[in-house]
């Protein structure tokens, strides 16, 4: 593949799905899939980003995403160096901003950032010469993930999305996965329904340009596609359901839930699951209705195609 | 040396000694010691594994073993990646399928696995589309570790083991190393006793192809090779030593118990030691009587060895 | 640049400022400010370590230092292993120079050691065939960073520092910082003061070639660089200043204690800064009057510069 693709891709930073127009989108999803199909035929290009440095800044614990990048960077030839500030003398000693200026000054080409609080990377964006990847921030966004998400999905339903039925259930509140995802799919024409008890879908959901239901089996009507979200305990500081045991029984993907949405219909997480509270094992672990590892499969790829994005951007050649 | 090396090796895994034949251990072997040969010599080979992804997954904590590997797999041109999940969020969040699919996922070629449970490492070769390499089980198999010891043994003693008489003492009952040295040693025509006392010794022991001794001045009598291990004081449930100064009299090798072997009788270690408990510090140091250093100068060649043997496997060369 | 550089740099480790000769500074300087200059023009030397390992020790966690020689030795070639061993399995089971045994099996061609100990990096260079290099010991010497201290000094004052008055003020006593930069600034002939209060200036200091001021007003007078050092709360074992907020009152730098130094007066600190105890964030932040961004600038290039030296040398280049 050459490094133009017809449409000036000319983001610095990947911060937002809302920083993105339609034809941006198109053009990071080609190029994952692009990596996607390299992956899979385990040629393995090495000169795109060589030389450069690419820095996995992580303010929280996250392994599976922390490697998604550092595999991503590595096949891609750059210099990839980890530093994750939980609990580390970065975060002991000094702030934000003075982490900030400190991996500036080390010149680092692209700065992987996930954060606790929303708006971090937004700020680093500023702060630092090189690109910044938003790898998740607060309860804001997570937009490569939300990328990940579609490029599964045009593997299974084919490049035109428009007028997919897709349910998101669950923790909807403390999700920066869903908030990503549902601006995303919004632009690749989808058609969006929330579902989850209301103490954890946001007041103002309804103004996202979707359609809030608070019961599986309404919400799930004709839906192609059930993505489940993690219940995030540990973002919650009150109680906003009564036992796993009930959401479970109330919320959890099973095999007599999922009956309820179209024939056909495939099962999404973003992982990590918690098995037997948002979803049963029988449903997460049958290849016939999960898409759950052609999600993570579509990691690795989708990350090649936004550092490769960023990069020609970067470089005045798209 | 070529990729070739006359046997025909086949195994996709190192997972047990015991999934070995005597031929396989001399093809590793042999390929341990040429790249031990390259060591020395200052130079280093980089393409073998050039474009490959070697990933060190650890789920107990080993500096050394993972650094062992990380070094081999660099020195072959790999890209390394260190996923430590001790206390980690895959630890917290995921069962192991769910790591191994995460894992697989992200195609990596080689799978280094050192885990808590016994079996976890064969568990995760029939999940993933890699190699897998056992870097220590539970209490089942080190088999890395047994080869870099008889790779060790055979740059003092010359390529024929056969016959040697090497005594393995002390905590035989929780030493994943001890399992594998006796497989291993046992087919190089070895003459193997066990030296411990009574609880820390198991009750089926006699059914491995070993003498078993319960003092040290007899278990001595005539051996080339004293191998001490380590008091694994982690991995025990119960009080098997009074003391460890009552253990050291009893069992812990100093220069008047190593005077019951044979006149230039070598000790081994495979580290990290417990000076004092297991070992005097004049006897581990004095490099007259000791291999301890040059078992660690094995390791990251016979490592080397290992990753080369499988990758020709994977490819069809061998 | 060519690999030699006139003058004969044969240092085989970087333990101590005292170890070095003025051409030696002066040779490690001029590497520093060519990668300096590169660095800056974004293009990056890949060969000069291509092949060779660096390993980074670190007994102490410094996110800051350990990233900044990572990057160096990565931007070379070179391959780079991190041992973190705060805590650590190596911690808690070997003895120091168990470890160094262990790192010298691996054949590293060049060790970066950080310890709580001071002489612990001069210990293992006796033990160790590579380069070693110190990364801070105790309280004893932090050569790396009076070095790109140095460097940047040059790169705002020009060349030749002779007769620049520099006052080092704060916390000398708990400073391995603060000891390096007065031996090598000695060398480069600063006029070098040091201002703290009684408790946190050593007895001997005025055999170090300082003069020693206890309060800020008499010691800036006239001087051309304030240098600020970091309050090692951590290295404290008594009470050695009242509060923070009376500390700030009689020795942190604001705008108006800076009035009494010369007009034109640049502001430095090793980071990381305790903001409000050493210092105060306008001064810290204002680009007119501090050079906290161009010290971090210069950690990679002098590193890096560093690193050129001791393989040069080892190679019997120079």
Known sequence: MASSYGYPFEQQHCLSISQF????????LTLGNHYLDLDVQKSKERSMLAGKTLVNLFFENSTRTEKSFEIAGRRLGADV??????????????????????????NPDILVVRHGASGAPALL???????????????????????????????????????????????IKHSRVARSDIQLLNVLGCDIRLIGPPTLIPADADKWGVDVFHDMETGLEGCDVVM??????????????????????????????????KQGAMVMHPGPMNRGVEISSDVADDPKVSLITSQVE??????????HALSDARDGVA
Do not use: W
């Open 81 to 106: 160096i980890n530093m994750s500030v939980v609990g580390s003398s970065v975060k002991k000693g000094e702030t934000l901003l003075d982490t900030a200026a400190t991996l500036n000054a080390m």
């Open 298 to 307: 579509s990691g690795v790829a989708m990350r090649m195609g936004i550092l």
């Open 125 to 171: 964006a500023q702060k630092v010469s090189g690109s910044v990847i938003n790898a998740g921030d607060g309860v804001h966004e997570h937009p490569t993930q939300a990328l990940l998400d579609a490029l599964t999905l045009r593997r299974h339903f084919g490049e035109d999305l428009g007028g997919l039925r897709i349910a998101i259930c669950g923790d």
């Open 21 to 28: 127009s339609r034809p941006d989108i198109e053009t990071l």
């Open 228 to 261: 489940m979200l993690r219940l995030q305990m540990e973002r919650m500081s009150g109680a906003f359901v009564p036992s796993k045991r009930e959401y479970f029984h109330f919320y959890g993907l099973d095999r007599s839930k999922l009956g309820f949405a």
